[in-house]
C-alpha cells in the first residue's frame, strides 16, 4: 500500500509553492516524522515529514516545479524502515544484459566498454561516457590511463558548432569566457516576492523620509551597568539595543496613532495594539517576523523573541503564523555598518524605522564640544497618511524616549 506524500495547506495569502529539495530519493528508507520534502513559499519555507515508516516511493513534482496546496508530491511505499535502497538503473541494464545474453561478453564490450572503479569515477567526473574512451585492457576493459588520454583528446578537440540554446535549468549555470566567470542561478520565490513588494510600494505610496539622530550614551551606559545582571536573571537572555528601540517605537506609536494605522481601500484602519516587525537577514533574503502585542512585552521578553527568530531564520524554520500581520517595522542596518539610509515601507504598513551604526561624533553640549556615540535614525512613511508634522514629531518622540531611558519608565 502507498502513502501519498501531499503539499502543505497554505494560506489565503500563499496561491502556489515551489518545491525546493528532496531529502529523500526513490528507494530510501524513511521513518516516522522524517523531513522529507522542503516546500518554498513568497514567505518561508513549509516541511512535508512522514506519516509513517517506510520507503520512498516515486516522486511526482521534482525539485523546482510549482506545486498547489495539497497536491501529491510523491508517495511512500510500506516497508521495514531499514529496507535496502532499491537497486540503481545502472545495476539493473547489467543484469538484464548477463540474463539476455550471459555467453556473448564481446558484445556486452561493443556496447559499453567495462570500466575499473577508479576509471569510472575518473570519466563521470569529467563528463565522459563510457562509449567514448578506446580500452586497452585485456578484453576491451578501459583502464584509468586510457580515461586520461580520452580527457585530454577532449580538450583538444575542435569546439562543436553552437547548438541551439536550452530553456534555462532550474540548477546553477556557470559560465566562463577567459578569466571571466559568471554564474547563474534562478531567483527564490521568497526573493521574488521582496523585489515585487519593494517595486509595488515605491509605485503606489507617496513616500517620504525624515531623518533625525540621537545620542546613544545613556542606553549604552544602562546596559554597560546591568547587562550581567539582566542576563543571570532571564536565564541567559542577553541585553541589546533593539529592545530598547521596540518600547521606545510602542510608546511612540501609542502618542502617533496615525504611525499605526493601515490604508484598506478607501479606510483607513488604526489599529488598537503595537505589532511591531523586525527586520531579520537570513541566506534567503529579508524576512520580517512579528512582535506580537509589544506594549504587554518586558525588555527580556523582546530580547528573547527577537534572539529565537534570528535562529529561526538561519535554520529557515520561521512559521506563517510569526511572519504574518505587523503594524510597523523596525530595520536595523547598523549592524552591516551602515550609516545613512532610507528604509522603504512595507505595505500595508504606514510607516518604518531605521537604525543605523553608532559612530563616535563631535557633539556641543552645554556650549562644550564632547565626543559622542551618535546613530542616524530614519522614518519613511506614507505621506496619504501621515503629515510631515506628526512624522517629525514621532521620530523625535523616539530620540527623547531614548536619550532619557526613564521616560520609558515613567510614561513621561
Known amino acids: 500500500m502507498a502513502i501519498e506524500?501531499?503539499?502543505?495547506t497554505f494560506p489565503e495569502s500563499v496561491a502556489d509553492g515551489t518545491v525546493a529539495t528532496w531529502h529523500k530519493q526513490p528507494g530510501d528508507a524513511v521513518k516516522r516524522d522524517e523531513l522529507?520534502?522542503?516546500?518554498?513559499?513568497?514567505?518561508?519555507?513549509?516541511?512535508?515529514?512522514?506519516?509513517?515508516d517506510g520507503v520512498m516511493g516515486d516522486i511526482a513534482k521534482p525539485e523546482g516545479e510549482t506545486v498547489l496546496s495539497g497536491e501529491v508530491l510523491g508517495t511512500l511505499k510500506d516497508g521495514e524502515a531499514g529496507a535496502a535502497p532499491a537497486a540503481k538503473p545502472a545495476d539493473s541494464k547489467a543484469e538484464a544484459k548477463s540474463e539476455s545474453a550471459p555467453s556473448d561478453a564481446s558484445n556486452e564490450s561493443a556496447e559499453e566498454p567495462m570500466l575499473s572503479p577508479a576509471a569510472r569515477k575518473l570519466a563521470e567526473e569529467n563528463g565522459l561516457a563510457p562509449t567514448?574512451?578506446?580500452?586497452?585492457?585485456?578484453?576491451?576493459?578501459?583502464?584509468?590511463?586510457?580515461?586520461?588520454?580520452?580527457?585530454?583528446?577532449?580538450?583538444?578537440?575542435?569546439?562543436?558548432?553552437a547548438a541551439k540554446p536550452a530553456a534555462a535549468p532550474a540548477a546553477a549555470?556557470?559560465?566562463?569566457?577567459?578569466?571571466?566567470?559568471?554564474?547563474?542561478?534562478?531567483?527564490?520565490?521568497?526573493?521574488?516576492?521582496?523585489?515585487?513588494?519593494?517595486?509595488?510600494a515605491q509605485s503606489s505610496m507617496a513616500m517620504l523620509t525624515t531623518y533625525n539622530e540621537v545620542?546613544?550614551?545613556?542606553?549604552?551606559?544602562l546596559r554597560k551597568k546591568y547587562k550581567d545582571l539582566f542576563e543571570k536573571k532571564h536565564d541567559g537572555v542577553r541585553l541589546g539595543f533593539m529592545s530598547f528601540f521596540v518600547k521606545a517605537a510602542t510608546e511612540a506609536l501609542k502618542r502617533y496613532p496615525a504611525v499605526n494605522a493601515s490604508i484598506d481601500g478607501n479606510d483607513v484602519v488604526y489599529h488598537g495594539y503595537q505589532d511591531i516587525g523586525v527586520a531579520v537577514s537570513s541566506d534567503r533574503g529579508l524576512?520580517?517576523?512579528?512582535?506580537?502585542?509589544?506594549?504587554?512585552?518586558?525588555?527580556?521578553?523582546?530580547?528573547?523573541?527577537?534572539?529565537?527568530?534570528?535562529?529561526?531564520?538561519?535554520?529557515?524554520?520561521?512559521?506563517?503564523?510569526?511572519?504574518t500581520g505587523g503594524t510597523f517595522t523596525i530595520s536595523n542596518g547598523g549592524v552591516f555598518g551602515s550609516l545613512l539610509s532610507s528604509p522603504i515601507v512595507n505595505p500595508p504598513q504606514a510607516a518604518i524605522l531605521g537604525m543605523h551604526k553608532i559612530q563616535e561624533r563631535p557633539m556641543a553640549e552645554n556650549g562644550q564640544v564632547v565626543v559622542l556615540p551618535m546613530m542616524y535614525l530614519a522614518l519613511s512613511y506614507d505621506h496619504r497618511l501621515i503629515d510631515g508634522?506628526?512624522?517629525?514629531?514621532?521620530?523625535?518622540?523616539?530620540?527623547?524616549?531614548?536619550?532619557?531611558?526613564?521616560?520609558?519608565?515613567?510614561?513621561?
Open 5 to 8: 506524500i501531499k503539499a502543505p
Open 36 to 52: 522529507i520534502v522542503d516546500i518554498e513559499t513568497d514567505k518561508v519555507v513549509m516541511e512535508v515529514l512522514a506519516e509513517a
Open 132 to 161: 567514448d574512451i578506446a580500452g586497452t585492457g585485456k578484453g576491451g576493459r578501459v583502464t584509468k590511463e586510457d580515461v586520461l588520454n580520452a580527457i585530454e583528446a577532449k580538450k583538444n578537440a575542435p569546439a562543436a558548432p
Open 173 to 200: 549555470v556557470t559560465t566562463a569566457e577567459g578569466d571571466r566567470v559568471e554564474k547563474r542561478v534562478p531567483m527564490t520565490r521568497l526573493r521574488a516576492r521582496i523585489a515585487e513588494r519593494l517595486v509595488d
Open 215 to 221: 545620542n546613544m550614551k545613556p542606553i549604552m551606559d
Open 287 to 323: 524576512v520580517v517576523p512579528i512582535l506580537r502585542n509589544t506594549e504587554n512585552m518586558g525588555l527580556a521578553q523582546i530580547e528573547g523573541t527577537i534572539a529565537d527568530y534570528g535562529r529561526k531564520a538561519r535554520d529557515g524554520k520561521l512559521t506563517m503564523e510569526e511572519m
Open 389 to 412: 508634522k506628526e512624522a517629525v514629531s514621532f521620530l523625535v518622540a523616539i530620540k527623547d524616549l531614548l536619550e532619557d531611558p526613564a521616560r520609558l519608565i515613567l510614561d513621561v
